[in-house]
């Protein structure tokens, strides 16, 4: 498996500002990936982080919203931009150790409350 | 469109009975299928996954069902102890595709 750290693991923000969340990983990895679980939902997957890339977004969600960067292959950023309390989440990473499996490995989540 | 379901939110299971959790999918090009757990305030952890070319895995005290006739796999947990109180997450992906589609998750509670 793999130690994913997130950063921070909770905030409260006002509506109209953007918080930036760090997913940091114990090894390299290729693939890196962005979850949300809104209250009482599933998680649904943001986008897809692959090093030297841009990221890949799912339907509904939006780079300018969400900007999301790739540093390296141990590091990721997500920024919930211009935040209303609809973005009241926890978000995720996750990472896939390219194993063949399709297992992913999650971070212990950034539950963000936005008043 | 929800593909994949929990339809029960909760389980409440006595300590040493079997735990059963359900899972239903739409999707006919899923080809593996996983579970998760996840206790609060942590990330999901990665339970035991099976193939669509098999109907089933085992590992310890999880065996994981899937009918694929039926869209529908199961979460099988014998004996159910106390620290598998968590919710459950299904998930399903396709063709070594990476997304996981995930179920609304059931919480499972085991009684003593």
């Known amino acids: 498996s793999a130690v994913i750290s997130q950063k921070p693991s909770r905030d409260i923000c006002q509506r109209g500002t953007s918080l930036t969340i760090q997913c940091q990983v114990d090894?390299?990895?290729?693939?890196m990936f962005w979850y949300r679980q809104q209250p009482g939902q599933s998680l649904t997957l943001i986008a897809t982080?692959?090093?030297?890339?841009?990221?890949?977004?799912e339907s509904g969600f939006v780079i300018d919203k969400f900007p999301i960067s790739r540093p390296n292959l141990t590091f990721s950023t997500l920024t919930v931009s211009n935040m209303s309390p609809e973005d009241s989440s926890i978000y995720l990473c996750?990472?896939?150790?390219?194993?063949?499996?399709?297992?992913?490995?999650f971070g212990p989540g950034t539950r963000l409350t936005v008043l | 469109d929800q593909q994949v379901k929990q339809n029960s939110p909760s389980l409440s299971v006595q300590e040493g009975r079997i735990s059963i959790l359900n899972c239903d999918y739409t999707?006919?090009?899923?080809?593996?299928f996983l579970w998760y757990k996840k206790y609060p305030a942590e990330g999901p952890t990665f339970l035991i996954s099976?193939?669509?070319?098999?109907d089933k895995n085992e590992d310890g005290r999880f065996t994981v069902f899937l009918n694929k006739s039926a869209k529908h796999l199961s979460l099988h947990i014998v004996p159910s102890q106390p620290g598998d109180s968590a919710v459950y997450f299904c998930?399903?992906?396709?063709?070594?595709?990476?997304?996981?589609?995930f179920g609304q998750g059931t919480r499972l509670t085991i009684n003593p």
């Open positions: 996750s990472v896939d150790l390219n194993r063949g499996y399709n297992e992913q490995f």
């Open positions: 099976i193939s669509s070319i098999k």
């Open positions: 982080a692959n090093q030297g890339s841009e990221a890949t977004y």
């Open positions: 998930a399903s992906t396709s063709g070594g595709a990476q997304k996981l589609v």
């Open positions: 999707n006919s090009m899923f080809d593996y």
């Open positions: 090894s390299q990895v290729t693939m």
